[in-house]
């Protein structure tokens, strides 16, 4: 993690339901315990799909201690404190890192949708590699 874990729990970002977490190499995916089923699914689908690039870029990331950031947020008010918007999906940068937020507005997230967001996740990560944040705006996140 190119930034601390304090500068993490002191960012907007952190919220204190968050009582659990996955960690491989450059991702972690934080959610609160019943959120379990949800952050491994992301989890199973960012395995699954990786796709050479993305193995490459993870590698790179390790040797730079940049980090992806998955935050699952457990309802719509916690989300809209973090990132001011009610979206599915938000992505921005904590110094050197990339918070990607995940509203789940307190519901089990659909396959298709844990697809979308895993595709996301990727497309930041090659981003990334390159130093290109994309601006997200309305057009480029996720709806329900």
């Known amino acids: ?9 002191q ?6 339901v968050f009582n659990s977490a996955i960690f491989d190499g450059s991702i972690r995916i934080y959610f ?3 959120f379990e089923a949800q952050a491994l699914k992301i989890y ?3 395995q699954k799909g990786k796709s050479e690039a993305f193995k490459k870029t993870q590698q790179k990331w390790n040797e730079n201690f940049s980090t992806v950031l998955v935050l699952i947020y457990p309802e719509s008010e ?5 990132f001011g918007k009610n979206s599915i999906l938000e992505c921005e940068k904590l110094n050197e890192d990339i918070v990607i937020g995940v509203n789940s507005r307190g519901l089990d997230l659909g396959i298709e ?4 967001i895993c595709a996301k996740i990727e497309d930041q990560v090659e981003n990334f590699s ?11 996140n996720l709806s329900l």
């Open 1 to 9: 993690m190119k930034g601390s874990y304090a500068t993490f729990m």
């Open 11 to 16: 960012s907007k970002f952190f919220n204190p």
């Open 32 to 34: 609160s315990q019943p």
């Open 44 to 46: 199973y689908f960012l």
């Open 78 to 82: 916690s989300f809209q404190s973090a």
């Open 113 to 116: 949708l844990i697809e979308e």
């Open 130 to 140: 390159k130093q290109q944040f994309p601006i997200l705006n309305s057009d480029a």
